[in-house]
């Protein structure tokens, strides 16, 4: 009482697979793809194409199919849609110091400086070590103070590229840092 035998066209239950039997052993199937390549399946992932499925009597490996000069039929190849790539947004790391700290009262901007080109080499470091390959650090409009320290702050590291972030949604405000992967 076997689910398969030896010819029938199956397809894959878990994979864009279809085949025909060539081999069957051990509660294993051996197929044989549309692509012309040999795939092993357990019988527990197969299902009957029956659109497809002619059946031959005989039973033993492929040796067996082939003495009896039975020709495998060539299916046409199916069109599979490939999924674009998705474009990952960049990290943004938002510099504005309401954004960093609950209540700025009493702080100096040498205080607030500090606090935001920390935050900005804590958020640097992470990205390299998690191999992010592009960040936008928005420090906002004012004298330029801080775009020149977080310029100064990434000449430091070697493999980064930084340049104007994008004008349309950042506007002047804000710095696109690449990371290099191979450096």
């Given amino acids: 009482m076997d689910k398969f035998k030896i010819g029938d066209f199956v397809m894959a239950l878990d994979d864009d697979l279809q085949g025909q039997i060539i081999r069957i052993l051990k509660g294993k199937c051996t197929l044989l793809s549309d692509d012309g390549f040999e795939v092993v399946y357990g019988v527990n992932?197969?299902?009957l194409d029956r659109s497809k499925s002619e059946s031959l009597d005989f039973s033993g490996d492929f040796s067996a199919l082939a003495s009896?000069?039975?020709?495998?039929?060539?299916?046409p190849k199916q069109r599979t849609s490939i999924k674009k790539e998705k474009k990952v947004p960049p990290m943004e790391v938002d510099l504005h110091i309401h954004k960093l700290v609950k209540n700025q009262k009493g702080m100096t901007n040498y205080d607030m400086l500090t606090i935001q080109l920390d935050t900005a080499k804590r958020?640097?470091?992470?990205?390299?070590?998690?191999r992010i390959p592009k960040m936008v650090f928005i420090h906002g409009v004012g004298q330029g103070v801080l775009r020149?320290?977080?310029?100064?702050?990434?000449r430091k590291y070697d493999g980064i590229r930084y340049?104007?972030?994008?004008?349309?949604?950042?506007g002047v405000g804000a710095l696109?840092?690449?990371i290099l992967q191979n450096y």
Avoid at 148 to 154: A, C, D, I, K
Avoid at 163 to 170: I, L, M, P, Q
């Fill in 176 to 178: 696109a840092v690449y």
């Fill in 68 to 75: 009896q000069n039975t020709e495998f039929k060539k299916q």
């Fill in 148 to 154: 020149s320290e977080l310029e100064y702050l990434f």
């Fill in 123 to 130: 958020q640097l470091e992470f990205a390299i070590s998690k």
């Fill in 45 to 47: 992932e197969l299902v």
């Fill in 163 to 170: 340049e104007d972030g994008d004008y349309k949604k950042y």
